[in-house]
């Protein structure tokens, strides 16, 4: 279970880093606001996992989820550049979120 809350926790951990490309710098309170909220549910998630994960795993983890999520998003959705290059180094990130996963019981 607390697998699945440290995945879904690398997921809104995508969710507030596009939530800050709207903040305008934290000028819009709307898109300031669900950031924030986005961030501290995303973490409060993350302190669940740590409970029963080892630190180093689960935050490599979160953070290996919410850096291949961003830059998949990035280039669907907000055009941004991708190149065979970065393909080969988000699939390097995902083998290795894998290698910490299968590494720990």
């Known amino acids: ?18 939530g ?12 300031s606001i669900t950031t924030f909220l986005l961030m501290i549910v995303s973490l409060y998630m993350l ?3 740590l409970r029963s994960l080892p630190m180093g795993t689960a935050y490599a983890i979160w953070v290996g989820v919410g850096m291949v999520g961003t830059v ?3 280039a669907l959705f907000f055009n941004e550049a991708f190149s065979l290059i970065k ?11 894998a290698g910490l996963k299968w590494s720990t019981s």
Do not use: Q, R
Request: no cysteine.
């Open 1 to 18: 279970m607390n697998w699945l809350i440290l995945i879904t926790a690398g997921l809104l951990e995508v969710g507030w880093a596009i």
């Open 20 to 31: 800050l490309k709207y903040t305008d710098g934290f000028t819009k309170p709307a898109a």
């Open 47 to 49: 302190s669940i996992a």
């Open 72 to 74: 998949i998003v990035g």
């Open 87 to 97: 393909l080969v180094s988000l699939v390097l990130i995902i083998t290795g979120i």
